[in-house]
């Protein structure tokens, strides 16, 4: 059974920083390209960012370029987010999503149940 | 990189087909076969119910068919079941800069 875990959602203030992270498995992690979708409370679903089975490629919405970065460990099968310079506007739920492919974006097959990110002073 | 634009409401009694539909551009829909759609019930993580404009996940019911023609891609839900009424997303790969545009969302009430 594939699962992805979320976790590092909290409250933090505006301008700070926060890491998120998730575990997978259940799949050959290193055979697909992974991302981050977030749902702000009462709203859509926005695409945060990708990357590739590998690494060799990355995604960003533009409205977290140049603040998140996104990165995997193929070793210890997990994802993660770091998140700078956070905004009121980035408070939403952030789900892990599996792609079905190793390049990305053919299609969100699996998500995690998510982690609350909330950004308040 | 403006979101695709889904109908915010749709509905349709049981037995009942309903489509929805997500406008995009020739920069996103228009330009890739990678159009997807998710199913998302209240407080659940999203589901998905087609991709590549047509294709089924296995265990996804045949009632769910996409299409596209232009820069629109359509849903069309047949023989309406109570447990069908949830937000449905579209979504459109936009190229090397973004991987994942996504539509509002469009809250199909069955009658």
């Known amino acids: 059974e594939i699962q992805l875990v979320e976790s590092g959602g909290t409250l933090v203030q505006p301008g700070r920083s926060l890491r998120l992270s998730c575990a997978a498995s259940?799949?050959?992690?290193?055979?697909?390209?992974v991302h981050w979708v977030r749902q702000a409370p009462g709203k859509g679903l926005e695409w945060v960012s990708g990357?590739?089975?590998?690494?060799?490629?990355?995604g960003y919405a533009d409205s977290v370029k140049g603040r998140f970065t996104i990165s995997r460990d193929n070793e210890k099968n997990s994802l993660h987010l770091h998140m700078d310079s956070l905004r009121l506007e980035d408070t939403a739920l952030y789900y892990c999503?599996?792609?079905?492919?190793?390049?990305?974006?053919?299609?969100?097959?699996?998500w995690g149940q998510g982690t609350l990110v909330t950004v308040s002073s | 990189q403006s979101a695709l634009t889904q109908p915010p409401s749709a509905s349709g009694s049981p037995g009942q087909s309903v489509t929805i539909s997500c406008t995009g551009t020739g920069s996103d829909v228009g330009a890739y076969n990678y159009v997807s759609w998710y199913q998302q019930h209240p407080g659940k993580a999203p589901k998905l119910m087609i991709y590549e404009v047509t294709k089924r996940p296995s265990g996804v019911p045949d009632r769910f068919s996409g299409s596209k023609s232009g820069n629109t891609a359509s849903l069309t839900v047949s023989g309406l079941q109570a447990e069908d009424e949830a937000d449905y997303y579209c979504n459109s790969y936009a190229g090397s800069n973004n991987w994942g545009l996504f539509g509002g969302g469009t809250k199909l009430t069955v009658l």
């Open positions: 999503v599996k792609d079905r492919t190793s390049s990305g974006s053919r299609g969100f097959e699996s």
């Open positions: 990357i590739s089975w590998n690494s060799g490629a990355m």
């Open positions: 259940g799949f050959t992690f290193d055979d697909y390209a």
